[in-house]
C-alpha cells in the first residue's frame, strides 16, 4: 500500500509570489491535514479537510488556504510569500476524522523563500 | 488556551538505558485527546500513540510505554532499553475535542548514543 505522497519535496520561490503543493493520501483515507513546521514556531497546524470539507483552521492568516478533491487528494497554497514562509510543511492523512485514527504522514514538502 | 510543555530540549543516553520524556498539558476542556509522534532524522513525522482524556489506563507496546495522570496533567513517555535507532525529536500533542485545533509540544530531542 502507497503511503502518502507530497509533491513537489523541494521548491525554491521568492517573496511575493504564490505557491500550491500537492498532497495525496493513503488509498481509502478521507482526513487529510497539514502541518507547517519551522525552526523558531515549531510544530503548527494548518487545516484539515475531511470527505472535501474543511473542518478546522489554525491560527494563520488568509494566505494560507487549502482544499480537497472528491478522490481525496489535497492542495494547500499560500499566497504573496513572505520569507517567515520557509518551512517544512507535511501532510498526513487518516482513516476518518483527525481525533479518531492513526495518522500518517507524508515526507514533507520544504519550501525556501529567498 | 492550551498549551503543551516538553521542559527536556535535549536528552542523551547510552544504547540499554531506559529513558523518559515528560509531557505536561494545559487545557480547561474535560474532552481532549493527547498524542506522542515520532521525527526521526529523516524528517517524516511518525504517529506513535493516541489517547483520551477518559481512558488514563497506561499503556506498553514493546519497548514504549506511555503513562497518562490527569492529577498532574503528565503524558510521560518511556523508552525502555533504548537502542541507536530511537534517536530522534519526539513531540507530545493535545487535540481539543473532536473536530478542534491541535497544538503540538517544542519536542525533545532524544540522541541514543552506542
Known amino acids: 500500500k502507497a503511503g502518502v505522497t507530497q509533491t513537489p519535496r523541494y521548491l525554491i520561490k521568492t517573496r511575493g509570489q504564490q505557491v500550491t503543493l500537492s498532497c495525496s493520501p493513503i488509498s481509502g483515507h478521507r482526513s487529510v491535514s497539514w502541518y507547517q513546521q519551522t525552526p523558531g514556531q515549531g510544530l503548527q497546524f494548518l487545516f484539515e479537510?475531511?470527505?472535501?470539507?474543511?473542518?478546522n483552521k489554525g491560527n494563520f492568516p488568509g494566505r494560507f488556504s487549502g482544499r480537497q478533491f472528491s478522490n481525496s487528494r489535497s492542495e494547500m497554497n499560500v499566497s504573496t510569500l513572505e520569507l517567515g514562509d520557509s518551512a517544512l510543511y507535511l501532510c498526513?492523512?487518516?482513516?476518518?476524522?483527525?481525533?479518531?485514527?492513526?495518522?500518517?504522514f507524508g515526507p514533507g514538502t520544504r519550501l525556501t523563500v529567498l | 488556551a492550551q498549551k503543551v510543555t516538553q521542559a527536556q530540549t535535549e536528552i542523551s543516553v547510552v544504547e540499554k538505558e531506559d529513558v523518559t520524556l515528560d509531557c505536561v498539558y494545559e487545557?480547561?476542556?474535560?474532552?481532549?485527546?493527547l498524542f506522542w509522534y515520532k521525527q526521526p532524522p529523516s524528517g517524516e513525522l511518525v504517529f506513535l500513540i493516541r489517547?483520551?482524556?477518559?481512558?488514563?489506563q497506561n499503556e506498553i507496546s514493546g519497548r514504549y510505554s506511555w503513562n497518562f495522570q490527569k492529577s498532574t496533567s503528565s503524558f510521560n513517555f518511556t523508552i525502555t532499553a533504548s537502542q541507536v535507532v530511537d534517536s530522534a525529536v519526539y513531540f507530545c500533542?493535545?487535540?481539543?475535542?473532536?473536530?478542534?485545533?491541535?497544538?503540538f509540544g517544542p519536542g525533545t530531542r532524544l540522541s541514543v548514543l552506542p
Open positions: 498526513a492523512s487518516s482513516l476518518a476524522e483527525l481525533a479518531v485514527n492513526e495518522q500518517f
Open positions: 489517547r483520551n482524556s477518559f481512558d488514563e
Open positions: 479537510y475531511f470527505s472535501e470539507t474543511q473542518r
Open positions: 487545557t480547561r476542556d474535560t474532552t481532549y485527546y
Open positions: 500533542a493535545l487535540r481539543r475535542n473532536y473536530g478542534q485545533n491541535f497544538v
